[in-house]
């Protein structure tokens, strides 16, 4: 299984959620009740938008990287975490001129 580079870190402003609407189900009753019920046994996977700027030389080995992975699973250290987590490219977005360029991905965590 392959790491993403722990060189390779994230602009700032890296949001991480639990993605909750796809896990947790929720019956609304009349007066404002609601029910809410798990869709999984375990914890919930964190979802990770992050984003890479700069030169080319700079953002072409991250977007190969992610481009010869996708579909497949890898190890990432995210940003003040002590061990890596595995997760996959869920969404990923390039926009580049002649010399710069601006990479957007969407790692999702995988916890079985």
Same mark, same amino acid.
């Given at each position: 299984?392959?790491?993403?580079?722990?060189?390779?870190?994230?602009?700032? #402003?890296?949001?991480?959620?639990?993605?909750?609407?796809? %896990?947790?189900?929720?019956?609304? %009753?009349?007066?404002?009740?609601?029910? /809410?019920?798990? /869709?999984?046994?375990?914890?919930?996977?964190?979802?990770?938008?992050?984003?890479?700027? #700069?030169?080319?030389?700079?953002?072409?080995?991250?977007?190969?990287?992610?481009?010869?992975?996708?579909?497949?699973?890898?190890?990432?250290?995210?940003? #003040?975490? !002590?061990? !890596?987590?595995?997760?996959?490219?869920?969404?990923?977005?390039?926009?580049?001129?002649?010399?710069? #360029?601006? /990479?957007?991905?969407?790692?999702?965590?995988?916890?079985?």
């Amino acid at each position: 299984m392959e790491t993403f580079n722990s060189s390779w870190v994230p602009d700032q #402003g890296m949001t991480a959620d639990d993605n909750t609407e796809d %896990y947790i189900r929720a019956v609304k %009753y009349g007066e404002g009740a609601v029910q /809410l019920q798990k /869709l999984v046994l375990g914890d919930l996977p964190e979802v990770f938008n992050l984003s890479f700027s #700069g030169p080319l030389t700079k953002i072409d080995p991250i977007d190969r990287f992610i481009k010869n992975n996708q579909g497949k699973r890898f190890l990432w250290t995210p940003p #003040g975490y !002590a061990e !890596a987590i595995l997760v996959y490219c869920s969404k990923r977005t390039k926009n580049t001129d002649s010399v710069s #360029g601006k /990479l957007s991905y969407t790692f999702t965590q995988v916890l079985y």
